[in-house]
């Protein structure tokens, strides 16, 4: 199994930015790309962007783009989401998720609180 921790999150202006970060533990040797979503009160979770564990290719939903920037450090097992000029309703809770290789599985961290008043 993969384990997930998410930190980071906060109470920002709007405007304001904030870095999150996602640490892997177990068997990350399994996973082949990493990713951000969010779910926002009464509304589904939503796909931000995912980047590939090994070769670093990015993709990114249209309304988080030239905002959000996703990286990783394998080093470090660890997935980056740099968000900037953020907007009230970038409120969500925001999720992090590993996909295995191969027979795809998911895992997901359980959650980090991202609040921008306006």
């Known amino acids: 199994q993969v384990q997930l921790l998410e930190s980071g999150g906060g109470l920002v202006q709007a405007g304001g930015s904030l870095r999150l970060s996602c640490a892997a533990s177990?068997?990350?040797?399994?996973?082949?790309?990493m990713g951000w979503f969010r779910q926002a009160p009464g509304k589904e979770r939503e796909f931000i962007t995912t980047?590939?564990?090994?070769?670093?290719?990015?993709s990114y939903a249209d309304y988080v783009k030239d905002r959000f920037t996703i990286s990783r450090d394998t080093a470090k097992k660890s997935v980056y989401l740099q968000m900037n000029s953020l907007k009230p309703e970038d409120t969500a809770i925001y999720y992090c998720?590993?996909?295995?290789?191969?027979?795809?599985?998911?895992?997901w961290g359980q959650g980090t609180q991202v609040t921008v008043s306006s």
């Open positions: 998720r590993a996909r295995t290789k191969g027979i795809t599985y998911d895992y």
């Open positions: 177990g068997r990350t040797f399994t996973i082949g790309n």
């Open positions: 980047i590939d564990y090994i070769g670093g290719s990015t």
